[in-house]
């Protein structure tokens, strides 16, 4: 997929540049609405509003709700209303609660405005769901059948139109009720007027609208099944969680990991205006200035004895990174246990042993192999015995850091991904920095 | 999912604890493999075979197969002969496949000799693809038929058991050549004589074996299909890859790019021997070491600078980690563009001159803000000058890095988030201490 992608994106550029107009409509016909989403955010704006000019009224929603949201509103913020106007026809529930995301509140009501009464009640049934619950992101592609159905009945409903990965009918008494579901694979084997609440499958996991979204979507990812029922607190049927977007879900929680890693957000677009760009980065360099700021004071206090020995100022970055690398491996490891559960109260103690004494093992040993180098270096057994001592120390506080910071973070709500490693660095280099030039104050000068 | 794993670990753990034998007793009687293989690698290499002991003959397979190749090698290390070929009774070619990856070769051989001939063959073709091709992941619970048969056979085939995700059915011709496949649930609207080669889904995308794994199991996920066929190159069927399997490529794809930010691997054990984890960890330490000297001499260059102006030594871990951070988010901005292949040659003039143009105005922000906190530090307006043209220099050529490093790494097929960092950062320090010092002699002294 990626690479058919660059391909794409190469294709594209190239007819732009030689102004082939047909290129891109040959694109437009051939490719599907994921593709061309991934491919309008892959444009510089400019070029990035040509090609959205040219997507087919019909096909424009799709498009837009596959985007990420910053580079979808690039183009919202473009659109004057008539056009939004346009996208607004026909819309279904599903679809605005993805855009909603991007549009301003009084957009949204236009929205809703046009949709039929069916639709709108869907769309405020999600939206009693934070974003981050099951509820928020249920589908109505359902089969839905009263608990006192036949299988004649059913396959009289699966004579006409069925949805994608429709595996199930669900059962659903005269409140609304979810009653149970049937596989249709089990309708071959019926009799034709057995009563549906026979065939009920109890295996069948049904997901409540309030459980956490990236849990239910691992849940459908796991379950054998295409598609888990979603259900509110009084058991009424919500609508459904298909595996399409129990990955989009996964994928996403995945993607956010990995930008929180630098401060980023999941949304962040690759053309977004320099100015936006900036700003939501400065706010990130402005922590880290802050803890940069804190490992210079710490060397500050030391000021007289880099004066005397400065050989301790040129070997400052091996102590710092030693720690801050191997704290960040720790780190990693931990932050992966949290994300799965592994990580708890009852083996945090043995997690701790366990990384304490790796560690120590690898302290020990390139706190001799840098005391070596340092000694002949800088022709000096004591600088070498200080820079090894403060390797060691500064190894083993990485490992505590590494386990205790990310556990303490995940106790505290606040997303270890985001904040883990800046906070780590900060103790790897205040406690690397004060071990190392402290140590030389005492034993060198 | 994680929260229900923490407590079952808490209560496994208690229960141990205080020696209530029925609770391990009851977990593994209620829990899924899954569940069950993640509490497993959760728990200290004496508990986990505890566990291990506990879990029934017949169900031992499972749970290994859902394992990472790491904690599953800690418990297959322990066994002896006779438990192992009591594991291999009746194992299937799938299953075959995922343990192969922590079995040495004889005792692949000697699994393969306990199977029928059927799934030996399964493995064998399995086997002719490398593991990060679609081919070594297929399934084989296909429903196939001739290419001649009627809807009635299929019919008929229903009425038996049918395996998990099972949405379609495969028309396969005499010599084994994928010839179509028809959804089930068009089979209900059809007439029972009616040929299933007119019923044959043309838009059903057909994988072929020497697909990238991940790939084809991203086409999986957005099919709208449980499962879709895999093919080799004279046609031939291979099986399917379902979204079950789809979903565990693209999450051990996702942990294994978290994982190597840091240097470490997928299936690292959470509670690895210390002498193993501390080896496998070494590496990634000396290549970070040997950054780290280049740095110092870049710093030992300055030795006589810095002796006159100690200041510089004080805020060298300003510079050096505004370059660090800056150049990471543009770094990780691109290695997701790169793995969504939304970075190409077309459009990385523009990303350049967009991450150069945020990199300047951040760079110009921070010059500032850093010029003037130094000034009042040290009250040298000098010493604040130099800082800030080193910062604005460093924050700029993080830019240029952050686009250029990752793309020229992934040219060179080299995987961006495991090396990309390190070198990042060699960048950020050797330029950022080779401004600021310099700066500093020639300005300072």
Redesign the interface.
């Known amino acids: 997929?990626?690479?058919?992608?660059?391909e794409l994106?190469?294709e594209?550029?190239?007819a732009e540049a030689s102004e082939q107009a047909a290129v891109a409509e040959s694109i437009l016909a051939e490719e599907?609405a994921?593709d061309i989403a991934?491919l309008l955010?892959?444009?510089?704006i400019n070029e990035r509003l040509a090609l959205w000019h040219k997507i087919p009224q019909q096909e424009r929603v799709e498009v837009l709700v596959e985007m990420r949201s910053d580079p979808r509103e690039s183009l919202i913020d473009q659109m004057q209303l008539e056009e939004l106007d346009a996208l607004f026809v026909g819309l279904n529930a599903v679809d605005l609660v993805e855009l909603s995301e991007s549009l301003p509140n009084r957009l949204v009501e236009r929205a809703l405005r046009a949709m039929d009464e069916q639709q709108r009640s869907y769309f405020e049934g999600a939206q009693k769901y934070a974003d981050d619950l099951a509820g928020h992101w249920v589908d109505h592609d359902v089969l839905i059948l009263p608990t006192n159905a036949k299988v004649r009945d059913a396959?009289r409903l699966?004579?006409r139109e069925?949805p994608?990965?429709?595996?199930i009918v669900y059962l659903v008494n005269r409140s609304g009720h979810f009653s149970g579901a049937v596989k249709?694979?089990s309708l071959?084997?019926a009799l034709d007027h057995a009563p549906l609440a026979e065939l009920v499958d109890k295996d069948i996991e049904i997901l409540q609208g309030s459980l956490d979204a990236v849990?239910a979507a691992?849940?459908v990812?796991?379950s054998?099944?295409?598609a888990l029922p979603v259900v509110d607190e009084q058991g009424k049927l919500l609508g459904r969680i298909d595996?399409?977007t129990?990955?989009e879900l996964?994928?996403e929680a995945?993607?956010a990991?990995?930008?929180a890693?630098?401060?980023?957000d999941e949304d962040?677009d690759?053309?977004?205006p320099?100015?936006k760009?900036?700003k939501s980065?400065?706010v990130?360099?402005?922590i880290?200035?802050l803890?940069?700021?804190l490992?210079?004071w710490v060397?500050?206090m030391f000021?007289a004895t880099?004066?005397q020995v400065?050989?301790l100022?040129?070997?400052?970055?091996?102590v710092?990174?030693?720690g801050g690398?191997?704290g960040?491996?720790t780190?990693?490891?931990i932050?992966?246990?949290?994300?799965?559960?592994?990580?708890?109260?009852?083996?945090l103690k043995?997690?701790l042993k366990?990384e304490l004494?790796?560690g120590g093992?690898?302290g020990v040993?390139?706190a001799i192999?840098?005391s070596v180098?340092t000694y002949f270096w800088f022709e000096s057994a004591l600088i070498g015995l200080v820079i090894g001592i403060a390797i060691l120390i500064n190894i083993c506080a990485a490992a505590i850091s590494g386990v205790v910071i990310p556990v303490v973070l995940d106790k505290l709500k606040v997303d270890p991904a985001l904040s883990g490693s800046v906070i780590l660095?900060t103790v790897t280099?205040v406690v690397g920095?004060f071990a190392f030039l402290g140590l030389g104050s005492l034993i060198l000068l």
Chains 1, 2 share one sequence.
Do not use: H, Y
């Open positions: 997929m990626a690479e058919e992608l660059s994106i190469e594209f550029v190239e599907e994921e991934l955010e892959s444009l510089p396959l699966l004579r069925v994608d990965l429709t595996e249709i694979t071959f084997s849990e691992q849940e990812q796991s054998s099944l295409a595996v399409v129990a990955a996964v994928s995945f993607e990991q990995l930008m890693s630098a401060g980023m962040e690759l053309f977004a320099v100015l760009s900036a980065r400065a990130w360099l402005g880290n200035l803890t940069a700021f490992a210079s060397i500050g000021e880099i004066e400065v050989a100022a040129v070997l400052m970055p091996v710092a990174s030693m690398i191997s960040s491996q780190l990693t490891l932050i992966r246990g949290l994300a799965l559960g592994q990580v708890t109260g009852a083996n043995a997690l366990k004494s790796v093992f690898n040993l390139w192999v840098i180098v660095t280099d920095f």
